[in-house]
């Protein structure tokens, strides 16, 4: 039987030595100053004066819906408002000469009585077209989107002459002010390690990179 060369054999010894690897991460940078812009009523959309990317001022006039009926509505009112106060007019003027006639005893207790309910009635229909007029003004004001801040509109989600819903998102805008914030998502055995004045690093790609 042949003898055997004996072979040669490195050895190393493995060691446990810490990972140097940080964990890692995605998340979303977003502006805190956002906001989905809406119609607080339906119709169709007439005007629509920014497109993506552009600048809005606070108090600017972003979009507009059809208000035709609203604005009818609002000059209606006006008119009743006026005939209720040239009602109120001649009645007070009617109680002020009935009223001057009372210690003559001209007039008598019924007629003065009756002057008043008719004075506090036409005070009453006053009252009343002035509401209408606030309400079916504030229902005009809800067919305009006014920006809200000054910022930037980051998309528009309708077009004119589309129909939109009350509450459906027409632009989505974000603010100059208040600068960025990050939205991560963080497994649960990571929330521990993240806490008020924690240092981290953040590793910013343009979307989809």
Known sequence: MAEQTPQSVVVHVVQLHASQSVPVYAGL????QRSDLSFLQAGQIVT???ELGQSIQRGEVLAKIDSTELSLSVEERKANLL????????????YDRLFSLRESGAISTNEMDSAKARL???QARVEGHQAAIGQAQK???????????????????LEPSQTVSAGQAVYRVIGNEGGLEAVVNLPVLALDFFVIGLN??????PYGI
């Open 29 to 32: 940078l977003r502006a805190k």
């Open 48 to 50: 629509l004066n920014k």
């Open 83 to 94: 005939d209720a106060q040239t009602e109120l007019t001649f009645a007070q003027l009617n």
């Open 120 to 122: 506090h009635s036409a």
């Open 139 to 157: 229902r005009l004001a809800e067919t305009v989107i006014i920006a809200p801040y000054d910022g930037q509109v980051v998309a528009r989600l």
């Open 200 to 205: 981290t690093t953040l590793l910013i790609r």
